[in-house]
């Protein structure tokens, strides 16, 4: 199945804000100029007044995700209307997104309803959002500050991953699950990371990333099935398994590869979750997640297909 028939399903979804900037990152890294560009001037149309991109409603975070897309834009078309959704989106994370005591950006914004938690909640997913995207604005310390940060208060000791998210407001976990999802996407936040470190000649700083996050794979990794997927929560075998982790975590591998900093080794390990996915995409180009259909899988799909294609 190729990697076009993936993206024209892709485009025909609905999209959370989340999704919408992985998809535009999926669409910029494939080299579909014409499409990234698109989706980064909606992401831009639909900003809120406070700069936050993608129609973010409550979300404070999320909305960065759509960020790399939009500077990517004005990187390739130079025009001021890009910059300027960049610029509001940077102003917002750095002078007004809410946030703890030692700067990480919590996951909704206080107009949100209250339910059983307060707003200010710290999701693992997030890796993925503001970190990656403030590492791209040469926001390198802030980025990698703010990373360590998530992993400081979601970290589960026994088994070096991340819980699903935690209330600050009032010092109870929202979710104590290890998320496949959730751990995948802050593994590709640290991939993406690594790169704008090694862009900006912070060899160091690479460096040291580059061990952390491969430490971090290698958690996930045990908890890998037969069939390169994971479980929808890593240690709990009753739940679904999750193609889209098992392809973000396969595209990982493939780009450490890549970049130098994983083990050829690591490449069969890679391999398992794209043959299952292939199995799974049908007529449409739809890939049949057992968890979930998303905008995510398919995007996942298309950033593994790239990676493991140059290599």
């Known amino acids: 199945m190729s990697r076009e028939k993936v993206i024209s399903a892709m485009l025909g979804m609905s999209l959370t804000c989340l999704e919408r900037g992985m998809v535009a990152q999926s669409l910029y890294e494939a080299g579909e100029t014409e499409r990234f560009v698109a989706y980064a001037y909606t992401a ?23 960020g790399c897309a939009v500077w990517r834009a004005y990187e390739h078309t130079k025009d001021d209307y890009f910059r300027q959704g960049v610029d509001n989106m940077m102003a917002y994370l750095m002078m007004y997104a809410p946030r703890t005591t030692d700067g990480v950006i919590f996951h909704y914004s206080p107009d949100r309803p209250v339910d059983c938690f307060t707003h200010k909640q710290i999701w693992a997913q997030d890796c993925y959002s503001s970190p990656p995207f403030l590492a791209l604005m040469n926001e390198l310390t ?3 500050k703010m ?3 998530f992993y400081n208060i979601l970290v589960d000791e026994s088994t070096g991953l991340l819980f699903e998210g935690y209330d600050m407001g009032s010092n109870t976990f929202v979710s104590r699950r290890l998320s496949a999802k959730g751990n995948a996407l802050a593994l590709l936040g640290a991939a993406e990371i690594i790169n ?3 862009v900006q000649n912070e060899i160091e700083v690479a460096k040291d990333l580059s061990v952390a996050a491969t430490e971090f794979l290698n958690n996930i990794l045990k908890f890998q099935r037969d069939d390169g997927l994971f479980h929808g929560v890593l240690n709990n075998k009753k739940t679904k398994p999750d193609t889209a982790a098992g392809l973000i975590v396969s595209s990982v591998i493939h780009r450490g590869i890549y970049e130098g900093w994983l083990d050829e080794n690591l490449k069969e390990r890679a391999d398992r979750a794209t043959k299952t996915a292939q199995t799974q995409i049908n007529e449409y180009g739809f890939i049949q997640d057992k968890n979930a259909i998303t905008a995510i899988t398919q995007s996942a799909y298309v950033i593994n297909d790239v990676w493991e294609n140059r290599n």
């Open 196 to 198: 704008e470190a090694a």
């Open 44 to 66: 831009v149309a639909d900003a809120c007044a406070d700069g936050r991109l993608a129609n973010a409603g409550f979300l404070v975070s999320e909305p960065a995700a759509s």
């Open 147 to 149: 990373f360590a940060g």
């Open 142 to 144: 802030e980025a990698t």
